[in-house]
């Protein structure tokens, strides 16, 4: 049972209000320190932030898929996403390091990288 | 001949009501809005009353948990930048728009300004502080600073409603909306803006109440039906309460060419300082006196000619005891009576908020046709001899009113409203 008063909590009451398949991901990425989890969650986040639902019915949330053009992500909701996937996997994004990031699968891969850069496996 | 302003639009998000209708009900049948409050899980607290907001849910620092009326539309591009009181905000806004027969697409019009009056939330500061120190200052919320600050109602309605008239904010601690609508006044006055939305709104939650309790300003009576009750002998300090209120004001002629709907017109307005302390009234009330003066020369009238008079008093023993001197100064010595209340008894304190939510209520006042009454008044204090505190609201119309409003150190404004048409 989640507990907000431990850090083990804290972290996964960031999430709380995602779709259980992104809870369990984000519990086995850091359990297992398993990629594709990673790669589920940030998926998630990115789409969480989305601020015209609709447009996600109409787009496949794939590699290619830009996050200003496609999703409609402005400067503060992509601010927003790396607050977001900083918090969660105590990662510090800097903002030469964003301003490569322009598409899902950018940012899914730079996760990625950063997490394994810093040999991290985050901390539920 | 210079412009003049009239009340077009109210929007109410209170302890007392939701809307007008609410609002007016609870003003003339004396329905408060306190409720017992335990704050930060302490039972051992001495303060256990608020003026709650209902119907709203905001008590987490995430706006992902919030709840409000589902009659309101807010998108996340909205709710990520507010403070819970900005939640309340544009809720008061939306409503004064649709009252004034307004679209949100017509206020972007350069013609129309915002002023507004916060003391920001300190909960959300508290949060997002708490945060940067857990990790050193390595990261935070990008949102934070927009929607905590003191400004954060006008940085975020002026961006919500594409406002791009005059756009400021007021901190002058509880008499910062008063002194917002008297700036709009002015605006209108020298042709500057002709149309001026003011919004006053607070939090209600232990980081916006208890640092009163410090200065022992605030009530320790724990039954709502009296633990507010200005100028009362037994009072023992006021009851903090918040939510939001938007008041429109517009140029009379301008009002009348769109056939907008009218509730009053704002004839005048004055402003002066006790000079006196930081925190305290002046023992006399010197500064809330000059203010009512000037508020009367401003709008060309006598203290005769003023039927009913909203104080300020909060129903703190110093405060209510200043302004009840002040208003015999003015009044009482000169042969003048108006009835006079304090619609706290009702409402509770909402800081920076009150002076615009009271302008309101005499706009209703003038416009229904009534007098709001002192709702938990039993014996008046010493100093409130010869001043006529009516208990009951009375079905009496004025035609010339009186707001006025106190804050820390010293500020005092006051208003005068008439009825429209005379």
């Known amino acids: 049972m989640e507990s907000s008063s431990s850090p083990i909590g804290a972290k996964a009451t960031l999430l709380r209000h995602f779709p259980g398949e992104i809870r369990e991901a984000y519990a086995r990425s850091c359990a297992a320190g398993d990629s594709a989890a990673v790669d589920t969650v940030v998926v998630g986040v990115l789409l969480d932030h989305v601020p015209d639902k609709a447009k996600l019915a109409a787009i496949a949330p794939d590699d290619s898929v830009a996050l200003v053009a496609d999703l409609g992500l402005d400067s503060i909701a992509i601010a927003q996403v790396v607050f977001f996937l900083e918090d969660l996997f105590e990662i510090n994004i800097s903002n030469t390091e964003i301003l490569g990031v322009r598409t899902i699968g950018d940012m899914r891969v730079f996760i990625r990288r950063k997490l394994a850069d810093l040999s991290i496996v985050p901390r539920a | 001949m210079r412009p003049t302003a009239v009340i077009t639009g109210l929007g109410f998000i209170t302890s007392i009501g939701n809307d007008r209708a609410a609002v007016t009900h609870s003003l003339r049948a004396l329905r408060g809005g306190l409720e017992p409050i335990e704050l930060l899980g302490n039972p051992a607290l001495p303060v256990k009353v608020a003026g709650t907001v209902k119907e709203f849910t905001v008590e987490s620092p995430s706006w992902r948990d919030w709840r409000y009326p589902e009659r309101y539309q807010l998108s996340r591009e909205k709710l990520r930048s507010l403070a819970p009181h900005g939640v309340y905000a544009v809720c008061a806004v939306e409503q004064a728009l649709e009252d004034a027969r307004l679209t949100a697409g017509a206020i972007g019009d350069g013609a129309t300004g915002l002023y507004c009056a916060s003391a920001g939330s300190p909960f959300l500061i508290h949060h997002h502080v708490r945060q940067m120190h857990a990790v050193r200052g390595a990261r935070g919320d990008p949102m934070g ?257 009186m707001n006025n409003s106190s804050g820390f150190g010293g500020s005092n404004v006051c208003h005068v409203l008439r009825r429209h048409p005379p």
Not at chain 2, 238 to 267: D, H, M, N, Q, W
Not at chain 2, 292 to 315: C, F, K, Q, W
Not at chain 2, 335 to 348: D, H
Not at chain 2, 350 to 369: I, K, W, Y
């Open chain 2, 145 to 401: 600073l927009v929607a905590s600050i003191a400004g954060t109602l006008n940085f975020n309605l002026a961006a919500f409603y594409h406002i791009r008239g005059a756009v400021g904010g007021f901190s002058a601690a509880c008499a910062s909306s008063s002194h917002a609508l008297g700036c709009a006044l002015d605006d209108i006055r020298l042709g500057r803006q002709e149309r001026m939305l003011v919004v006053g709104a607070e939090d209600v939650n232990a980081e916006t109440i208890l640092p009163f309790a410090a200065l022992h300003a605030l009530s320790t009576n724990p039954d709502p039906a009296s633990a507010s009750r200005p100028f009362d002998r037994q009072r023992d300090g006021f009851v903090a309460s918040g939510g939001a209120v938007c008041l429109i004001l517009e140029e009379a002629e301008a009002a009348r060419r769109r056939g907008a709907p009218v509730y009053a017109a704002l004839t005048g307005w004055g402003q002066a300082s006790d000079g006196h302390s930081v925190a305290v009234s002046h023992p006399e009330g010197a500064g809330l006196r000059a203010a009512m003066r000037r508020a009367l020369a401003d709008a060309g009238v006598s203290p005769g000619e003023i039927e009913y008079v909203n104080a300020h008093a909060t129903s703190t023993p110093a405060g209510d005891r200043s302004e009840a001197l002040a208003l015999r100064s003015v009044f009482t010595d000169v042969g003048a009576r108006p009835r006079i209340s304090s619609t706290k008894g009702l409402t509770g304190h909402t800081l920076s908020m009150s002076g615009v939510m009271e302008a309101a209520f005499c706009s209703l006042a003038l416009r229904e046709g009534f007098i709001p009454g002192n709702a938990s008044l039993v014996e008046p204090d010493e100093a409130c001899a010869g001043l006529d505190l009516p208990r009951a609201a009375l079905d009496i119309a004025p035609g010339l009113v």
